[in-house]
Nanobody, 119 residues
Framework: VQLQASGGGLVQAGGSLRLSCAIS????????MRWYRQAPGKQRELVAA???????NYADSVKGRFTIARDNDKNTVCLQMNSLKPEDTAVYYC??????????????WGQGTLVTVSS
């Protein structure tokens, strides 16, 4: 299972970015997809998550501004980020939890994509 994140960049405060994460491979099913972020000098934190059934949850700091969505047919997950703030600056990582056919669970990470929000 491989995850490839994209869509990061530099944006001014108040702007928007859309992150995407494509999951490749075969012989597995994905349960929960998540986006995490890690700012310089800080611990990695959960930003948003979405289950296979479409249930979502968000960090309080991004509620109302970020939206997570997934395409189960394409095995992709996106994070639409609006009204960005300088404190959203971080490396964003996608994460997938699932099972291989046969039942063995896995958790995989993408390589991270940098989001920089200027004031």
């Amino acid at each position: 299972v491989q995850l490839q994140a994209s869509g990061g960049g530099l944006v001014q405060a108040g702007g928007s970015l859309r992150l995407s994460c494509a999951i490749s491979g075969s012989g597995f099913s994905i349960d929960t997809m998540r986006w995490y972020r890690q700012a310089p000098g800080k611990q990695r934190e959960l930003v948003a998550a979405i289950t296979s059934g479409g249930l979502t949850n968000y960090a309080d700091s991004v509620k109302g501004r970020f939206t997570i969505a997934r395409d189960n047919d394409k095995n992709t997950v996106c994070l639409q980020m609006n009204s960005l703030k300088p404190e959203d600056t971080a490396v964003y990582y996608c994460n997938a939890l699932g099972k291989y056919y046969g039942g063995r669970p896995f958790g995989s990470w993408g390589q991270g994509t940098l989001v920089t929000v200027s004031s």
